[in-house]
């Protein structure tokens, strides 16, 4: 797969199709492309060409902890700077749960790289501000006070990243151990002050500002509550609502994959926003 150094990381990245508009679509939490593979392929069959990537610090992608930001406003950057380095810039840009955060994120600082916004699972709520700075940081910090680094390049996350690449160990065990549980700390202070937003990670008033044209399909979990994907709808004005024909589940978290049987559905509904969308005004010119 290709490689773009971006501000000293070597981002993997993908390319589905051969022609048409651009779209970049970011997975959920510090999951790799490959679940979206499915997705991409059905989009770029409407004539698209799809980017997929792996962020910094996840996948196959190299990591690299040295931003004092919280981590969707690194990605943002570094997927800017990927589009524009590709010709691909602007964009429609999407993703689901993190990847739905970091999209927004992305419209709100660099909006003149933005055709229009798809949004899936949002996360917000206060079972995902309980549940995903766990997830994200808690777990690793106590990896790294327990056994050090060899203990946090050990947990299935990181083992991912590590097979994924084999610098990426060597880059965690070379990091002092109070060095990455203060960045650890960090992030996750940062993640926090965000966390019990209804969009996670976004304030109401960000939200409000958004005018790029944008699409919301709200999830059905605990992490994803459909509330959540609603309320971004209301509060991005002029937005667009589609709810797939399901309903919300009492469990924490329902993979991705696990939606394989609605993305004909999602891949329609993006495919007909799109061309709905594809000749309007881009962000810069909005504002």
Not at 10 to 38: D, H, K
Request: some cysteine; proline content about 6%.
């Amino acid at each position: 797969m290709p490689v773009e150094n971006i501000r000293g990381v070597n981002i993997n990245y993908q390319i589905i199709g051969e022609r048409g508009p651009w779209v970049a679509l970011i997975t959920g939490g510090r999951r790799a492309y490959n679940e979206f593979i499915p997705l991409a392929t059905k989009i770029a069959a409407g004539g698209y060409r799809v980017l997929l990537h792996d962020r910094r610090n996840t996948g196959t992608s190299e990591i690299l902890l040295d931003r004092d930001e919280v981590e969707e406003i690194t990605w943002a950057d570094d997927l800017d700077i990927l589009l524009k380095k590709l010709g691909a810039s602007p964009a429609f840009i999407g993703g689901s749960s993190s990847g739905a955060r970091t999209s927004i994120l992305f419209t709100l600082r660099h909006p003149e790289s933005v055709r229009a916004l798809m949004l899936l699972r949002v996360t917000g709520g206060a079972f995902a501000a309980a549940r995903l700075p766990e997830n994200y940081y808690k777990q690793f910090i106590r990896a790294a006070e327990q056994g050090g680094m060899a203990a946090v390049c050990a947990t299935p996350e990181y083992q991912e990243r590590i097979k994924g690449s084999a610098k990426n160990e060597k880059t965690l065990m070379a990091m002092d151990p109070k060095d990455y549980i203060a960045k650890m700390k960090r992030w996750c202070e940062l993640f926090e002050a965000g966390a019990n937003y209804p969009v996670m990670g976004v304030t109401p008033e960000q939200m409000a500002s958004i005018k790029v044209p944008a699409i919301v399909i709200p999830g059905n979990d605990l992490t994803h509550a459909s509330a959540n994907g609603v309320i971004a709808h209301q509060q991005i004005k002029g937005s667009e609502l589609h709810r797939l024909p399901i309903k919300d589940e009492e469990v924490p978290l329902i993979p991705f994959p696990d939606w394989a049987p609605h993305e004909p559905e999602i891949a329609r509904v993006f495919l007909d926003f799109m061309r709905r969308k594809g000749q309007a005004t881009t962000g810069a010119a909005a504002n």
